[in-house]
């Protein structure tokens, strides 16, 4: 009787396990379920939606020997993930432009993430299956994975992740099996070089299996950490000599494509930077245990020198952590909490250094906890679930309800955090009100309201980020733009013509200077920028309909005539070349001498970001 009744006994359990983690990613579908019905935000437009590189399969050969940016002029070689480039393709033959589509596999993504947290909370703590459903329920609904699968683009962290903890995953199974050992370091080793290939934060994975073994060695989780077999170990340790050599070939190709392995575009000294470190490991330790004011940017305070509040107060509270992660290690006499630690600390390192090479303004952002994030949610798990061994059953009942109730109030939290990517206005409010010193956050924010047509919004944002940086050229365009179409000729050609000033020439600044001046009845020296900008930007759109604008206004009809129909010839659905082109056949009919004073407002092109 009692034979059967174990069986009984564990296939209920194995039931109810299921049925709470069905519920847990339920619970993760609904929360992100309304970002379904957003469209594309952010880069998406530059990424997906105006990006031919992923609108047809010829390309795919190219992913493979281009940066992630070639479409787009300008922008720092960076980033290598071909095969991220080949899932924005295959998302493009299954849905188009469709964004539904794109954030139904977002979602689809981290719910396979989700389990495999669940799977490996499992492995490093099998006698605990409440554990591993804590650890599972606080990944999914954490609102600092927000940005990761509510943005498209964004869909490079849970993707990535996928394949490393498949990775990890398959590691262990080689390292815990003694059949087909071979095929599950192959399988491992496989999904890691996928991982790499989609983002290059993979790289750390060797560091998480060495960590893994000075802690865990080939134990399962056993409570004492001296019974060890450190011939084995040594074993396990030289197993990783094939993952240094991938990681070393992907280094090489990632080199050879992107002509170095980083390229620093940080304006900040880097001396600041390293002063900073702290900082930044701080903010993202409590933004994963406090995850309150969370947005697209962040305001970061620099530390220019040695102070208190700066260096030595975040580098204090960080110690004290690592001190009692080691007195808790020590005092259970086992080292899982170190190796999660170790685990939150090396997969963290590739955000530390993004924040030493880019941009002040974008240094530090939610989804690069995605990753890290695993280590310190089955740390949690692990911490909760231990007094259940030794409490009352009231008592147990007490802590499932406290931590049930804290992943409701995560996942509550995730739902509204969602909402702010419903589009790039919502995005860019909420990134201003978060962070009101960040100068790319006010940028991104006037080009939308000036998209929006709402230029007075426009010109204020734009003004607030003129007086953060003065010397911004960009701030400064932003602000003529909006003054140019608020008919302020004057704000906006002394903008313009300071923006060109501090720095290389834009095609919008040269375009806009060009018909402020036009605008203001000064054709002739309106027409000087504009052939500056035909020089570098022959088939720019707009331009030869400014070009004939100002040759109109100074009685050279049959110029204005042809340079109108230069630009119906590249951009045919332009109504303002169309209308001009006919009014300058009617003028030269009836006047072919007389100047045309007709006034049109050319096609909006918001600045860039």
């Known amino acids: 009787m009692k034979s059967k009744t174990k069986p009984a006994l564990d296939t209920v359990k194995r039931t109810t396990i299921n049925l709470w983690l069905t519920l847990i990613l339920a619970a993760t579908f609904l929360a992100f379920a309304v970002t379904i019905r957003f469209d594309f935000a952010y880069d998406d437009s530059l990424q997906i939606v105006n990006n031919p590189r992923v609108h047809s399969s010829e390309f795919l050969p190219t992913y493979f020997t281009n940066q992630v940016w070639a479409q787009a002029q300008g922008q720092p070689e960076n980033l290598y993930r071909p095969l991220f480039m080949a899932w924005l393709l295959a998302n493009f033959e299954a849905f188009g432009l469709w964004a539904s589509g794109w954030h139904f596999t977002a979602i689809l993504t981290h719910l396979i993430v989700t389990v495999l947290v669940y799977m490996l909370s499992r492995k490093l703590i099998p006698d605990s299956s409440a554990a591993a459903l804590i650890a599972a329920g606080l990944f999914a609904l954490h609102p600092s994975h927000v940005e990761a699968v509510a943005w498209i683009s964004g869909v490079t962290e849970p993707l990535s992740a996928a394949f490393f903890l498949g990775s990890f995953l398959c590691y262990l199974e080689y390292r815990r099996r003694r059949a087909r050992r071979a095929t599950w370091l ?32 080939n134990s399962d989780f056993g409570p004492n950490p001296q019974n060890k077999n450190w011939a084995d170990r040594r074993e396990s340790l030289a197993a990783l000599v094939p993952y240094g050599l991938l990681a070393g070939m992907y280094l090489g190709v990632r080199a050879l494509v992107l002509h170095g392995l980083a390229h620093r575009i940080s304006d900040v000294p880097l001396r600041t930077s390293l002063l900073t470190l702290p900082a930044v490991l701080y903010f993202y330790f409590t933004q994963l245990l406090v995850p309150v004011g969370l947005g697209p940017f962040y305001d970061l305070d620099y530390a220019s020198e040695m102070t208190i509040s700066g260096v030595v107060l975040p580098l204090s509270v960080l110690l004290a952590a690592a001190l009692g992660v080691w007195w808790w290690s ?111 956050a006010k940028l991104n924010l006037s080009a939308e309201l000036t998209r929006d047509h709402r230029f007075e919004g426009a010109f204020m944002v734009a003004q607030q980020a003129i007086d953060l940086n003065p010397n911004s050229p960009l701030a400064l365009s932003a602000g003529a733009q909006a003054a140019y179409y608020l008919g302020n000729y004057t704000t906006s050609e002394n903008y313009y013509a300071r923006a060109l000033a501090l720095g290389p020439p834009r095609v919008d600044q040269l375009y806009y200077l060009g018909m402020s001046r036009i605008e203001m009845g000064r054709f002739r020296e309106g027409l000087e920028p504009l052939e500056k900008g035909l020089t570098l930007w022959p088939n720019s759109p707009g331009y030869h309909y400014a070009v004939g604008r100002a040759l109109a206004g100074m ?46 407002q050319p096609d909006l092109h918001p600045v860039k970001q």
């Not at 491992?188 to 790289?203: G, R």
């Not at 909760?384 to 109030?409: E, H, K, M």
């Not at 951009?571 to 082109?581: E, G, K, T």
Request: aromatic share 12%; net charge positive; hydrophobic share 50%.
């Open 186 to 217: 192959a399988a491992s080793l496989t999904l890691f070089a996928a991982a790499t290939l989609i983002k290059e934060t993979a790289i750390v994975l060797p560091a998480v299996i060495a960590c893994y073994e000075l802690c865990l060695g």
């Open 330 to 440: 020590r005092k259970g006499r086992c080292y899982l909490p170190i190796f999660l630690g170790g685990w939150f600390l090396f997969t963290l390192l590739p955000a530390l250094a993004v924040f030493m090479i880019m941009s002040r303004y974008e240094s530090v952002h939610d989804r690069y906890l995605y990753l890290p994030s695993v280590g310190i949610v089955i740390l949690v798990g692990y911490g909760l679930t231990r007094p259940f061994s030794t409490a009352s059953a009231p008592a147990r009942n007490v802590w499932r309800g406290a931590a049930i109730a804290l992943i409701a109030a995560l996942g509550f939290a995730t739902y509204h955090q969602a909402l702010y990517w419903e589009n790039d206005l919502a995005l860019f409010t909420r990134g201003c009100a978060v962070a009101p010193r960040n100068l790319l």
């Open 555 to 600: 009685g050279n009809c049959p110029g204005a005539r042809d340079h109108y129909n230069l630009e119906l010839a590249l951009y045919p659905s332009s109504l303002n070349a169309r209308n001009a082109l006919q009014e300058a056949e009617a003028h030269l009919q009836s006047a072919p001498r007389r100047a045309l004073p007709a006034k049109t």
